[in-house]
């Protein structure tokens, strides 16, 4: 059975950083491609940042890059997003997802077959 559990999120203040992480079971993270997204009240889901099992990327979207970093640690079969200056349009509940062995980097949220079940991550001004 997979399961993708997300840690790590909170109440944090502009400006600062939050670390999240993603515990993977069921599956092994170095085969596959593992992405960040996120979802704001009323709005969809949306990609974040995602590392390829290959070496290519990582891939971020252009309001992040610069300030959060995807990294993987395939010994602890984990997935980190680690995130600076944060500011309040972060604030978002926080996915993990993960593609079928082998494929490539992507930005599609369908494009994913497993997630987890969020962590919420909340910016004040």
């Known amino acids: 059975q997979v399961q993708l559990v997300e840690s790590g999120g909170g109440l944090v203040q502009a400006g600062g950083s939050l670390r999240l992480s993603c515990a993977a079971s069921?599956?092994?993270?170095?085969?596959?491609?593992m992405g960040w997204f996120r979802q704001a009240p009323g709005k969809e889901r949306e990609f974040v940042a995602a590392i390829s099992w290959g070496g290519s990327g990582p891939d971020y979207v252009d309001s992040v890059k610069g300030r959060f970093t995807i990294s993987k640690d395939n010994a602890k079969n984990t997935v980190n997003l680690q995130m600076n200056s944060l500011k309040p349009e972060d604030t978002a509940v926080y996915y993990c997802?993960?593609?079928?062995?082998?494929?490539?980097?992507?930005?599609?949220?369908?494009?994913?077959?497993?997630w987890g079940q969020g962590t919420q991550v909340t910016v004040s001004s």
């Open positions: 997802a993960a593609r079928r062995r082998g494929e490539s980097l992507e930005r599609l949220r369908t494009a994913y077959l497993y």
């Open positions: 069921g599956l092994t993270i170095n085969s596959r491609t």
